[in-house]
């Protein structure tokens, strides 16, 4: 072989190795554009949703918006609900098997725990409406581990009967945020209904410091409804009892309507003013001071107590599942078991 044609073979075989100029910025491109792609799919945080009393429309409704982002919930049964045929057997299996939500008990006359056992001791609670409620979920073949008191009322005595036959309970906080379930199997949640208003830019405050926090957000409500079930309007003047809008008020349909005078504005407690009348543009509420939280030109809205309108839900979806994943409460335990987690 001539040392001219062992020459060329050997620059040959050195070229592949050296990188040129104008490849560099290629390569390092291709790094930049892959990273955040992959931390982008690493939300940090959770929203844990829960829903009170039972309703068709969990299943037919609720279920199928949190299904598009991706979403679950949590949903708290009254057994009396499923006697009236408010909800069915088969919309919570398919809640619970088809839209993977966890079914807890509300018990099972959702009656006021504490005024319960004043009146007929702790023992005839804990088997009428604790145990009874669990027993007829289960066999409905639903798997039951949460507990929600009615109107969240309960009291140390209360605590510690049910610490033994459930996983979870609830414990109603102003802004619920969490790592996890407490030592005392308590698990705050703060609620969202019209009753107790949050608008839609402190819901998306609240996502942005649990997912920054690393920690659990929990709320809680009871129905979704269209927004043509709720009026809104703009205030033209206001008294300690009365609103005034700028045309007339037509109430919606409901038995429980209450005001919200301000919807860029979370109320103090207690959160909502029931509505007595509404008479041409003129709003008359339940008891005062309607001029501490609201001025003209604010804008106000009126609807059913225990429910959420549709467009906020759907706005606290969208934000949340952008940032955070959902869990039902039953994940919550197991999400702790699996990181070591200690309750709080």
């Given at each position: 072989m001539k040392p001219g044609n062992a020459i060329f073979r050997i620059r040959i075989l050195a070229r592949p190795?050296?990188?040129?100029?104008?490849?560099?910025?290629?390569?390092?491109?291709?790094?930049?554009?892959?990273?955040?792609?992959?931390?982008?799919?690493?939300?940090?945080?959770?929203?844990?949703?829960?829903?009170?009393?039972?309703?068709?429309?969990?299943?037919?409704?609720?279920?199928?918006?949190?299904?598009?982002?991706?979403?679950k919930a949590t949903g708290f049964i009254n057994n009396q609900n499923i006697a009236n045929g408010r909800i069915t057997a088969k919309d919570l299996r398919t809640l619970q098997n088809t839209y993977h939500w966890e079914i807890g008990t509300h018990t099972w006359?959702?009656?006021?725990?504490?005024?319960?056992?004043?009146?007929?001791?702790?023992?005839?609670?804990?088997?009428?409406?604790?145990?009874?409620?669990?027993?007829?979920?289960?066999?409905?073949?639903?798997?039951?581990?949460?507990?929600a008191f009615p109107f969240n009322a309960y009291n140390a005595e209360l605590v510690q009967a049910v610490q033994p036959l459930v996983e979870s309970y609830r414990r109603p906080e102003p802004l619920a945020i969490a790592d996890t379930i407490a030592a005392d199997k308590s698990v705050p949640a703060t609620a969202i209904d019209m009753a107790h208003y949050v608008p839609p830019a402190l819901l998306k405050k609240w996502v942005d410091l649990a997912a920054s926090k690393d920690s659990l957000l929990f709320l809680y409500g009871h129905r979704v409804l269209p927004d043509s079930s709720f009026v809104t309007?703009?205030?033209?003047?206001?008294?300690?009892?009365?609103?005034?809008?700028?045309?007339?008020?037509?109430l919606p349909e409901g038995s429980s309507l209450v005001l919200v005078p301000d919807i860029s504005r979370r109320p103090p407690p207690p959160h909502y003013f029931q509505v007595i009348s509404a008479t041409n543009a003129t709003i008359t509420v339940d008891h005062p001071d309607l001029t501490k939280l609201t001025s003209p030109g604010a804008i106000f809205m009126i609807g059913e107590a225990y429910s959420t309108r549709l467009s906020d839900f759907r706005t606290l979806l969208e934000y949340a599942a952008a940032r955070v994943p959902f869990y039902t409460l039953h994940e919550v335990a197991g999400r702790n078991q699996k990181t070591g987690v200690r309750s709080q």
């Open positions: 190795r050296i990188l040129r100029p104008s490849a560099v910025p290629l390569f390092l491109m291709w790094v930049i554009l892959l990273s955040p792609l992959t931390h982008a799919a690493e939300k940090k945080g959770g929203l844990v949703l829960q829903f009170d009393d039972g309703w068709s429309s969990w299943a037919t409704f609720i279920a199928p918006e949190l299904e598009k982002v991706g979403g006359h959702h009656l006021n725990a504490p005024g319960a056992i004043r009146k007929n001791g702790m023992a005839p609670w804990l088997a009428e409406e604790l145990i009874k409620s669990i027993t007829e979920l289960r066999a409905l073949g639903l798997t039951v581990n949460a507990l309007g703009r205030v033209v003047s206001v008294t300690t009892t009365t609103l005034t809008a700028d045309q007339p008020v037509i």
